[in-house]
């Protein structure tokens, strides 16, 4: 049988497994991160029918180089572009990722750990992130105990990013306040009996808020001496809970706040009140502000002129159940020419918004930055570090074994995970929220692999049309 007709059958096999892979390109060019494969030939055995031979010294005669018949060709591999990186296609589901770089996704089902490019997720029913696709949880670090801003970089777990303790971010008692703005010695508000009134929200512990009516007041004409006097507390209602009177208990009177000469103290811890005329008598709840001309700056009663005293008033609510005392900044203030018009602003928090107090917060979303911190944000303006995702990386990724769905294993050849993973971004990585990772197959190229596919195949059967009818010439001569 002439061996012309078996290397044909390998020519048809070998096209034929190219198509197969060609095929499986096409199919998959809106596949996930799916990424192409390519076939290379190799030739298959020779069958030599003559070794070569050296030169004969002695004779003269040269060499002859050995005769052998090819048997046709085979796959010789079939490689994955699994480092070109695919196109983004927008989604803007914010559980969509991409990876930029060459690391994968990290995904479990219970038992195994597999390795995707594929970013589609989901927060399944029992809060977990996940595959859309398959389910299996998405793998990476837990927020450190020891610090909540911070995860700690251990054995990979799933990342349970919606349970009971996340879905709330609990409420704080307000502790500072800031007071800024000017101070006109000429505002009729500031020199009437009523004074100049502020309003300062606060919070309690239980996130319950309310409104301290504060009111600013003129002391000895335009010496440019006030004093601040707290006029009521009313909670979220608008209902005063505050009394005035001696020797009731709080019992007596459920949420009421005791209002007396404590309420209000300077930075000394010091309890001031002033008469009519301006000297320190009995105002209650009250503390002298006394501005240092030329300067812009303030100290209380009983500290030097010069303005080197402190610039606080403490609200002494901490006695009080479920309460904070709340230290009010009056550094922020001045005493200046307004047109006879002040402009004091009462505001929780201290100057760089610490100690401002909050209600309860209730999960309003959950965000996926560059390096894989997942944060939940709360109507409460508060945020919260739910975990990291955490990626692998190979030496060699194009030795890992495709498992289906758009996974792939660990094999010897690509390297072993190490069980703990890394940081995207230690390899100049990163992730893209709301967008995901296209296939990277080139329509166009596997189309004109098709063509010459095709153009192989049809040659291979041309050789074994020919040598059939060789074989035919043959069987003919006995006729």
Do not use: C
Request: overall charge negative.
């Amino acid at each position: 049988m002439m061996r012309s007709l078996y290397s044909g059958v390998a020519g048809l096999k070998t096209h034929q497994t190219r198509m197969d892979v060609i095929g499986n390109n096409i199919a998959n060019v809106n596949t996930t991160s799916y990424k192409s494969q390519s076939m290379t030939f190799s030739d298959l055995m020779y069958q030599t029918t003559q070794a070569a031979s050296g030169a004969n010294p002695t004779t003269g005669v040269g060499g002859t180089n050995a005769r052998q018949i090819g048997l046709g060709s085979k796959t010789g591999a079939i490689k994955t572009a699994i480092t070109t990186q695919g196109a983004a296609q927008s989604t803007n589901d914010p559980f969509d990722i991409m990876i930029t770089g060459d690391a994968f996704f990290i995904v479990s089902n219970g038992s195994e750990n597999f390795f995707t490019r594929d970013g589609s997720f989901y927060v399944d029913g029992a809060g977990n992130l996940a595959m859309t696709s398959t389910g299996y949880n998405v793998m990476g670090w837990q927020v450190d105990p020891a610090n909540p801003n911070a995860v700690r970089k251990d054995t990979v777990s799933a990342l349970r990013v919606m349970n009971a303790e996340n879905l709330t971010y609990p409420p704080e008692a307000t502790s500072d306040a800031t007071v800024s703005g000017i101070i006109d010695k000429y505002d009729t508000d500031i020199n009437s009996k009523d004074g100049r009134i502020m309003n300062l929200e606060f919070y309690d512990n239980q996130g319950y808020k309310y409104t301290a009516r504060l009111s600013v007041h003129a002391v000895n004409g335009d010496k440019g001496d006030f004093y601040v006097k707290l006029d009521d507390i009313l909670d979220s209602e608008g209902k005063s809970i505050m009394y005035e009177t001696d020797g009731v208990t709080l019992t007596d009177v459920g949420t009421k706040v005791k209002f007396g000469y404590d309420t209000i103290k300077d930075s000394d811890g010091n309890t001031v009140q002033y008469d009519d005329g301006g000297t320190p008598k009995d105002v209650e709840g009250a503390a002298i502000l006394k501005y240092v001309e030329g300067k812009g700056t303030f100290s209380f009663a009983g500290q030097d002129a010069a303005g080197t005293g402190g610039s606080t008033l403490t609200l002494g609510l901490s006695t009080i159940p479920n309460f904070h005392d709340i230290t009010i900044d009056f550094s922020a203030t001045s005493n200046y020419n307004a047109n006879g018009t002040s402009t004091l602003d009462a505001l929780r928090g201290d100057a760089k918004g610490l100690g401002a107090g909050r209600k309860i917060g209730e999960m309003s979303g959950i965000s996926i930055q560059k390096d894989g911190m997942i944060y939940a944000s709360y109507d409460n303006g508060q945020k919260r570090l739910l975990g990291q995702i955490a990626v692998a990386t190979f030496p060699n990724a194009s030795g890992l074994e495709k498992a289906g769905d758009n996974l792939y294993s660990a094999t010897m050849n690509s390297g072993e995970f190490n069980g703990i993973g890394e940081d995207i971004t230690v390899g100049g990585g990163y992730m893209n929220s709301g967008v995901l990772e296209m296939s990277n197959v080139d329509l166009s190229a596997e189309f004109t692999e098709m063509i010459t596919t095709q153009r192989g195949f049809q040659a291979n059967s041309r050789i074994i049309t020919v040598s059939d009818t060789l074989l035919e010439e043959l069987t003919n001569l006995k006729r």
